[in-house]
């Protein structure tokens, strides 16, 4: 269940140049945290998923990626629910209602259900002044300590160093809660499931979450010095 531990403040969205921004609450208008890390994304990444388009043609690439889009939108929603008052209801008979449901019931059984034992936020909104904005999947206490815990669906299982940018975007939620409502998170969790219901869970705090929010930080002064 939801604990009202901060005042989270709803933050509009609008496209600037064909970009995502978010408009904060002084009236400025900033890029999101996607928005960022694509406008800085590697050139290796960008010709690899070229590639990737160019191996399957692009009628296949965009149907698996809207597909996959779709799925985790559902996936989201029922675990929303779920944070929200503990129960993630039923899926109907649409097949893919049910897939995205069992998913999420994966998710659940064998990490939220374990490891989260307070929720301070889903879906929230987090932004920091005159950089950037962006949601979170979902604010709690991992594990004894707070968190940025982030939901993710995938196609098939993927290894640790295929996920730069989730752990990116964990330090940038990390370091916008923490310049806004006070607070100190140092920890980012990946909470993954694949479409044939394998869990995958990667955490990143300590050290390595300090080197996550360079990086971040990093990325953001590139995406300042292009636009």
Known sequence: MLISKYNYTSISRESV????????????????VTTILDATKPQEKRDA????RKSVGEAKAQQI????ASRGTRMHKWLE????????????SNPFSQQSHGMANTIIFEGLGKRATEYWGVEVPLYCSGLYAG?????????GKPAILD??????????????DYFLQLAAYALAHNETHGTDIKQGVILMCSADFQYQ?????????????EKWLTRVQQYYQLY
Not at 65 to 68: G, K, S
Not at 201 to 210: M, Q, R, S
């Open 17 to 32: 140049d064909g970009k995502r921004h978010y408009c904060l609450p002084d009236g400025t208008k900033v890029p999101s």
């Open 49 to 52: 998923l070229q590639r990737w």
């Open 65 to 68: 990626t809207t597909e996959a």
């Open 81 to 92: 629910n779920y944070v929200k008052d503990g129960s993630i209801g039923l899926p109907g």
């Open 135 to 143: 949601t979170t999947d979902c604010i709690a206490v991992w594990d």
């Open 151 to 164: 939901f993710k669906q995938t196609n098939k299982p993927k290894k640790r160093e295929w996920i730069e």
């Open 201 to 213: 869970e990667f955490v990143v705090d300590g050290d390595e979450f300090a080197e996550w929010t």
